[in-house]
């Protein structure tokens, strides 16, 4: 819950756009990237771990945000039916060990670039007043409260960094 309410619910947006920009939260580009690296940042990838599979930024290490739905309680069974019901048959629940993994996968002082596929953006524009919310973002926000304070975003996500042709790396 961020403020009271649900993570992708708008109120939790503007708590989660304000603390972003507050704390100069900023896009890097593709392009940007093998030089951050170069410079000891830690690109984390927050996409679900078979979407990591099929492919990654090189160097990348997978902290999801989010995973499958696991499980055949009546509350998993239920979420799975709600999903499926609007045609959504990989649904998806807070990944409960974020944080713990987060925490191990990079230092609180090092450079972080958060990836997921989309990117976000906390560009404001006539229908985005407060940017379009992502994973990655969500992702960020939720670092920013863990202590981690050296935060980016790659600008348009794993999608423009395929899109792009740039070297990717995938699981067999």
Known sequence: ????????????WQI????LTASEVAPVTASDIEALKSSGAIIVDVRPANDFASGHIEGSVNVPLYQPITGWEPKQ??????????GVFNGTEANENFAEDVKKAAGLDKEIIVVCNTGGTLEQSTNFQTGKQSRSLMA?????NLGFSKLSFLEGG????YDEDREIISIS
């Not at 989660?16 to 603390?19: F, G, I």
């Not at 069974?77 to 609007?86: G, H, N, Q, S, T």
């Open 140 to 144: 960020a926000y939720d670092m920013l």
């Open 1 to 12: 819950m961020v403020g009271g309410n649900r993570p992708t619910s708008p109120k939790a």
């Open 158 to 161: 794993y999608n423009q960094w």
């Open 16 to 19: 989660m756009y304000e603390a």
């Open 77 to 86: 069974v239920l979420r799975k039916a709600a999903y499926a019901f609007f």
